[in-house]
């Protein structure tokens, strides 16, 4: 099983829809959580951190459920900019250790259509 | 230029040849990581290093090799070059290491393929 998985997609959507991607993770022991962006042939870069009380960042919303191990991620009035993949990150805790790693999913793939 | 860059960024070789990715970060960023990425499986880390002289492997570091002998530079070497290393290489970066310090810097890619 993987340590992140994510449904691949791809989502396509019209223009003002809204979508939302789940994900979930294995290790109950994950300390951090995080949602990046990854536009074609390009590089992810962080899209906002995932907090335990739920986060909002304009028409982007996060979430995260600890019980259940899943992260979502919500984007309302979808644009035809927010046409990329999506990766759902986690940073694992080992032990007591942290070593600055993150397990990225696999990503979702989202259209936005005129 | 600040930020995070990484050469080249096209590189097709054959297989058996050895070939070295660099990575430069501006940053003075103590962490630095090699990821591969590859279709059906996402992003994978190979090597990590945690500062100069400190390097741990990934989830796949077969078939690699990394030294930092400064902060600014990590480079990646293929020893002899296979063509299921055939890939996009991302370098990326990070300032701590720190629950919740979760932003990496990514580098552009290097895409390279091995025929």
């Known amino acids: 099983r993987k340590e992140v998985e994510q449904d691949p997609g791809p989502f396509n959507v019209p223009e003002g829809a809204t979508v939302a991607f789940n994900c979930t993770y294995s290790n109950s022991a994950s300390q951090s959580f995080f949602w990046y962006r990854q536009d074609c042939r390009k590089e992810p870069k962080l899209l906002m951190s995932v907090y335990s009380s739920g986060n909002e960042d304009g028409r982007f919303t996060a979430q995260l459920n600890r019980a259940s191990q899943y992260i979502s991620l919500l984007i309302r009035d979808s644009k035809l900019s927010d046409s990329a993949t999506y990766l759902c990150v986690v940073s694992p805790s080992y032990g007591s250790s942290n070593t600055g790693k993150l397990i990225f999913g696999q990503g979702t793939t989202l259209q936005v259509k005129p | 230029d600040a930020g995070i860059t990484q050469s080249p960024r096209y590189k097709i070789t054959e297989t058996g040849r050895q070939v070295t990715l660099m990575c430069h970060q501006t940053?003075?960023?103590?962490?630095m990581f090699w990821y591969r990425q590859d279709l059906g499986h996402g992003l994978r880390l190979i090597y990590y290093s945690a500062a100069a002289d400190i390097t741990d492997k990934g989830e796949v570091p077969d078939g690699y090799v990394v030294s930092r002998s400064k902060t600014e530079n990590f480079p990646l070497t293929l020893e002899s070059a296979t063509r299921s290393q055939t890939s996009v290489y991302f370098c990326?970066?990070?300032?701590?290491?720190?629950?919740?310090?979760?932003?990496?810097?990514f580098g552009p890619g290097t895409r390279l393929t091995v025929t």
């Open positions: 940053w003075s960023h103590s962490y």
């Open positions: 990326a970066s990070s300032e701590s290491h720190l629950a919740g310090a979760g932003e990496q810097y």
